[in-house]
């Protein structure tokens, strides 16, 4: 039996390519369109992650895991080498995986491969006493199958609670 499935990243790509192509040919941005939704917030990590976990857990979500992903790597670096190591120069950089029971099942229901965007992830990352928050946006996976409009639910809940964040500015 043959696959006909089209790669996850071609699938992406393609309209993106095309939306970018029109978008700078007419001059228009394209920033909130993109499949990355971006916050920040006038605090270090260590004021923000608190925060944010709250506010998850107000919008019925659950952090089944919270990693310090930098300082997990520096701490193997030794070991790693890695080339050019946070060549942005970001203080922290953490991530957090959560997820909704009820979201899980209304993708298997609609389009069972596409429950694969769960569980949500997010990362925040610090510098210079500012944070930021990104979460990649479930409608950019599920492209255009039958779960589209529960990834469309997902993201309009994921992003309410993310706005919720004391101080948070979207950025785009």
Known sequence: MQNKSTPVKWTILKPSLAVFGLCSFFGIGIAAA??????????????????????????????????DILKMIKAKQHILHIPNLNKPGFSDVQSVVFCNPFFFNQLLNAHWESSAACPLTLTVYGRGGKSYIVYPKRVALTGNTPALNVAKKIDKAVIGALTSVPGAQPVR
Request: charged share 15%; proline share 9%; glycine share 6%.
């Open 34 to 67: 993109g499949p990355m939704y971006v916050e920040s917030v006038a605090a270090p990590i260590s004021k923000v992650m608190p925060e944010l976990q709250k506010a998850l857990g107000q919008h019925h979500f659950k952090v089944v895991l919270h990693l």
